[in-house]
């Protein structure tokens, strides 16, 4: 097959991977106050250790579903969505996907938008809202909000009664480089207006660590990425919830 271009933005095959997948998520476990599901994050370019996080998570047993934390790719080339997108959809749970920084490079954001959907965006797992966001402000040059607080406001305004507790999820954490620090503060405060908030997750800088940046008792856990051949495996239940770095 011969390719036009690294990123001439042409995907073939599975599109609108995250609207699918959140279907599927919320009727599983639709009325469940007791999951489990892993975050993973930063696969770009290695793919052998991909298809070895992948068959792990698979064999387990015991996970509800899948977060992907973001960087897919590397140089946001197409045929590296593709190849990464390949190997996960061997996932035997349902699985969504974060906008990573890297994935912006390029036209990175046109092939993630037609292969998982919009950077920003929601699902609801029994009685918990996990709110997916994009944080890459550096890579938008403040041409864009990142993080997108009208979106934050919006739901806000619109919380089903059915939710009881909020996860969050990013690629890039605040205090980063890649994050938007002058509002830092402020983005905590929109978190800790949804319910019960548990805990945050973000991946980006491919390695294990557990952050608590506001000194609020909210904590960030960060996900290895895959060369560390690592992921974190969470557990919901009514007590509240559980962790355990997964090494494979």
Known sequence: MLEAHPYDAYVRGEKNLNGKNIQK????????????FAFISD?????????????????????DFVIHGGDLSDFGATHEFILQRDIMLKFKMPWVALLGNH????T???VFARVWGNPNYCFQAG?????CLNTNCMEYDYSEPV???????TLLKNLPESVEKTIVAMHVPPFDLEFNN???????????????????MNGHAHHYKINEFFNDGILYYQTPCAKDRGYILFTINEEGYKHELIEY
């Open 108 to 110: 990175g954001e046109d």
């Open 182 to 200: 002058n509002v830092a503060n402020v983005f905590q405060l929109y978190l800790k207006e949804f319910p019960n908030l548990q805990f945050c």
């Open 147 to 153: 993080p997108d607080f009208s979106f934050l406001e």
């Open 103 to 106: 994935d912006c490079l390029g």
């Open 127 to 131: 009685n918990v809202l996990f709110i």
């Open 25 to 36: 998520i919320t009727a599983n476990l639709k009325d469940k106050k007791e999951f489990r």
């Open 43 to 63: 696969t770009q370019r290695w793919y052998d250790e991909t298809e070895a996080m992948v068959a792990d998570i698979n064999k387990r047993g015991d996970i």
